[in-house]
């Protein structure tokens, strides 16, 4: 008797299914800093984006490979997909790169990370903002044209207003001065801080905690 017991018991736990692990959820954020692309654009103001984004790639020891409309990169921790876009479409045309790497990799709209110079701040400010106008800058207008909205998360690098009447896009375009250059390093370490914590603590934790530093 204890045998067929022992047979019927070995019998039940053979059979019995199997409750499968829930699949791991990975979310992908995409982080674009716009530029400029080739080398008579690399050390200018307008280029601060593809700056913040190279050291970011720098620090996460990840390459960026040539794909569809710009170069992308890839970072992955606890499960969170970090995409690192720069587009090749040049700054007044960002929007197509944005939205075909939006849609190609079904990521919602709030995962959405844009960084971009800024005139309007002091040089080397940073501040996070979930919505607002393009304030002038033709990235930031075909952005908000091709997504038809200006509700998405940007970090604005300020390179101030320096310049004299009718010298803004010579500004721009302008290579940093030696001043500027000496300071960038630290900014650029703290523009990684707010992408990480961006992307594992969140929007508004990452406004409370680094805006206007």
């Not at 018991?9 to 959820?25: D, G, I, N, S, Y």
């Not at 593809?50 to 890839?74: D, M, P, Q, Y």
């Not at 876009?85 to 709030?110: C, H, Q, R």
Request: charged share 25%.
């Amino acid at each position: 008797m204890l045998f067929l017991f022992l047979q019927y018991v070995e019998m039940v736990f053979r059979h019995k299914p199997h409750k499968e692990a829930p699949p791991k959820m990975s979310k992908k954020y995409l982080i674009v800093g716009l530029g400029n692309s080739g080398p008579d654009y690399v050390n200018t103001r307008h280029n601060i984006g593809f700056k913040v984004v190279n050291h970011f790639a720098k620090t996460h020891c990840i390459r960026f490979e040539t794909l569809k409309l710009g170069a992308l990169a890839s970072y992955v921790f606890k499960g969170r997909n970090f995409l690192i876009l720069k587009p090749n479409t040049f700054m007044n045309l960002s929007g197509k790169a944005v939205k075909y790497w939006l849609e190609k990799e079904k990521i919602p709209m709030d995962n959405l990370l844009v960084i971009t110079d800024d005139l309007n701040l002091p040089f080397g400010t940073l501040r996070l903002k979930t919505k607002g106008s393009d304030g002038g800058h033709n990235g930031l207008k075909d952005i908000q044209n091709k997504l038809n909205t200006n509700k998405y998360n940007r970090l604005r690098f300020g390179i101030s207003d320096a310049f004299s009447k009718g010298r803004q896009v010579d500004y721009v375009l302008g290579q940093w001065s030696d001043q500027e250059f000496s300071q960038l390093e630290e900014r650029l370490e703290k523009t990684t801080k707010i992408i990480d914590s961006f992307v594992m603590d969140g929007i508004k934790n990452t406004m409370n905690d680094y805006n206007g530093i």
